[in-house]
T-cell receptor, first 121, second 117 residues
Framework: AQKITQTQPGMFVQEKEAVTLDCTYD???????LFWYKQPSSGEMIFLIY??????QNATEGRYSLNFQKARKSANLVISASQLGDSAMYFC??????????????????FGKGTHLIIQP | KAGVTQTPRYLIKTRGQQVTLSCSPI?????VSWYQQTPGQGLQFLFE???????NKGNFPGRFSGRQFSNSRSEMNVSTLELGDSALYLC????????????????FGSGTQLSVL
């Protein structure tokens, strides 16, 4: 079973509209982190926002917010007031096995297949 | 603060050759991890280094190896290249290599695009 599922391969959105990119995840770990990255055509993966499994409030970073619904294992990215420069691939990712104590190796990120977002003028 | 720097940006090799990719992490970051991105398999974790030690490894053959130097810079090597190794190789750095909540955010470089002919 896939650990990260992004059900929208592509999306077209009008400039200035809000966008919601879907992400569901699967883990039995109580401690995990969820990430969203943006990858423009240049290839660089740009960190957007992070949500820890124990965070009480939904994360926000400027125009980005994460709609975290733990019981549904859902971590949707919301982009408010979309801009032409938001056109890119968007990846949801998860890192499991996080703890409050240091020690041990860090697991790699597990990524979804991505959503190709195109903002139209 | 400078971001994660990867060199070279593009590389063309032929089957059977070997290749070495370089990554300089963000200043102060001690953990470096590598990812492979292909159209078919998406983004996959290769390995992670912390304090010159490999801490974790993904499901890749032994032809893929890496190392980390005392200044946290890292290199990955692929020996006996195959056509299927053509991919974008991304390096990411983070403050610590532990599973410590709050220190696990990864920041990526622009990648090295490897083409195997």
């Amino acid at each position: 079973a896939q650990k990260i599922t992004q059900t929208q391969p592509g999306m077209f959105v009008q400039e200035k509209e809000a966008v919601t990119l879907d992400c569901t995840y699967d883990t039995s770990d109580p401690s995990y982190g969820l990430f969203w990255y943006k990858q423009p055509s240049s290839g660089e993966m740009i960190f957007l926002i992070y949500q820890g499994s124990y965070d009480q409030q939904n994360a926000t970073e400027g125009r980005y917010s994460l709609n975290f619904q733990k019981a549904r294992k859902s971590a949707n990215l919301v982009i408010s007031a979309s801009q032409l420069g938001d056109s890119a691939m968007y990846f949801c990712a998860m890192r499991e096995g996080l703890t409050a104590d240091s020690g041990g190796g860090a697991d790699g990120l597990t990524f979804g297949k991505g959503t190709h977002l195109i903002i139209q003028p | 603060k400078a971001g994660v720097t990867q060199t070279p940006r593009y590389l063309i090799k032929t089957r059977g050759q070997q290749v070495t990719l370089s990554c300089s992490p963000i200043s102060g970051h001690r953990s470096v991890s590598w990812y492979q991105q292909t159209p078919g398999q998406g983004l996959q974790f290769l390995f992670e280094y912390f304090s010159e030690t490999q801490r974790n490894k993904g499901n890749f053959p032994g032809r893929f190896s890496g190392r980390q130097f005392s200044n946290s810079r890292s290199e990955m090597n692929v020996s006996t290249l195959e056509l299927g190794d053509s991919a974008l190789y991304l390096c990411a750095s983070s403050l610590e290599g532990h599973r410590l909540i709050g220190s696990e955010k990864l920041f990526f470089g622009s990648g090295t695009q490897l083409s195997v002919l």
